[in-house]
C-alpha cells in the first residue's frame, strides 16, 4: 500500500456524499484535497471538516454539463500550481425514475452523458497526461451495480460507458506508474442513493480509498467494490 502523504487529489463532488468521505478519508492519510462542487459555496461544508486535518485544503467549482464551465474548473486546478497526483472522478447525477421507460427525454439522456462520461473524460485528458509525465497518478471512476433498470437507462448506460471509458484509457497507462480503476460504491443513502438505501455514506471508507492505495504496477482497469467485508481497516489506518 503506497502513501500518500503530501500528494494532491481532486475529488470532483466533494461537496458532500461519496465525494466527501472520500476527501476525509485521503486527508486521514496527509493527502491535500481539491474539493469539487457546483459552487463555491456548495463547497463550504467539507472545507470546514477538512480543517482537523493538517493537510492544504482548495475549492474549485463548476457544473460538469456545461462546456465552458468544465474548461474554466480545468483552469482553476491548474492555476493552484499543484500537481493532480490522483483523480477521483466521482460526480455525477441520476436521470428521473421514469416508469414508462420509453419516455426519457433528449434532455435525461444528453445532461446524464455530459456530466457522468463526458466530463470524466474531459478531465483526464486534462490530467492523465501530466501524470504520466511525472510518473505517478491514480484515476479512480466512480460505477454503479446498477442492471435490468430501465427506467434509469440513461444513468445505467452511462455507466456502462464510465466503465468501456476506464477499461479503454487503462491499456495506454501501462508501464506509465498511473493506474485506472472504477470503482462501484454499493447502494449507499447519500441524496442521489436516497434514503432506503442498504449503507450509510461513512461505510464507503475504507474501500473507497483502495484504488488510490494501490502500488504502481498494481491493479488497472479492475473493478473495486468499496463494501468489501474482506478489507481490514486496520491497513487504512493514518500512517
Ligand atoms: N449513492 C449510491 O448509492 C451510489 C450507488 C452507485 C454509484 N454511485 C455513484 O457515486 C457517485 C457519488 O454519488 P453520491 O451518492 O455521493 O451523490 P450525491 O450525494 O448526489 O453528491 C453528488 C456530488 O456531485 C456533485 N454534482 C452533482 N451534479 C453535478 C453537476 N451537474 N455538475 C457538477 N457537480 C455535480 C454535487 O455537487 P453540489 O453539492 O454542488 O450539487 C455533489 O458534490 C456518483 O458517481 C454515483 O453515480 C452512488
Keep these: 500500500m503506497i502513501q500518500v502523504k503530501n500528494r494532491n487529489a481532486l475529488i470532483t463532488g466533494s461537496s458532500r456524499g461519496i465525494g466527501q468521505q472520500v ?12 474539493i469539487h462542487g457546483r459552487s463555491p459555496e456548495s ?3 467539507t472545507l470546514k471538516m477538512l480543517e ?37 472522478n466521482n460526480a455525477a447525477i441520476m436521470s428521473p425514475y421514469r416508469h414508462d421507460f420509453w419516455s ?9 452523458f455530459k456530466v457522468n462520461v463526458y466530463a470524466m473524460y474531459k478531465l483526464s485528458s486534462a490530467f492523465i497526461p501530466i501524470m504520466i509525465e511525472n510518473g505517478f497518478g491514480r484515476v479512480v471512476n466512480l460505477t454503479s451495480g ?31 506508474g498511473v493506474r485506472i480503476n472504477r470503482l462501484d460504491p454499493s447502494w449507499l443513502r447519500t441524496d442521489l442513493g436516497g434514503s432506503s438505501a442498504d449503507y450509510a455514506v461513512e461505510e464507503v471508507l475504507p474501500g473507497a480509498l483502495a484504488p488510490v492505495l494501490i502500488e504502481n504496477e498494481g491493479p488497472n482497469g479492475q473493478l473495486f467494490l468499496a463494501i468489501d467485508h474482506n478489507l481490514n481497516s486496520e491497513d487504512f489506518k493514518k500512517s
Design 52 to 88: 482537523k486535518f493538517k493537510v492544504n485544503a482548495h475549492c474549485v467549482y463548476g457544473e460538469l454539463s456545461d462546456e465552458s464551465q468544465l474548461d474554466d474548473l480545468i483552469e482553476q486546478v491548474k492555476d493552484l500550481k499543484i500537481s493532480v497526483d490522483i483523480l477521483y
Design 104 to 112: 426519457h427525454s433528449f434532455e435525461d439522456w444528453m445532461t446524464s
Design 43 to 45: 463547497c463550504s461544508k
Design 23 to 34: 476527501a476525509l478519508g485521503l486527508a486521514n492519510l496527509g493527502c491535500n484535497i481539491i
Design 146 to 176: 446498477i442492471e435490468d433498470q430501465p427506467e434509469l437507462a440513461p444513468y445505467g448506460a452511462s455507466k456502462w460507458a464510465v466503465n468501456k471509458l476506464t477499461d479503454d484509457i487503462a491499456v495506454k497507462l501501462e508501464n506509465t
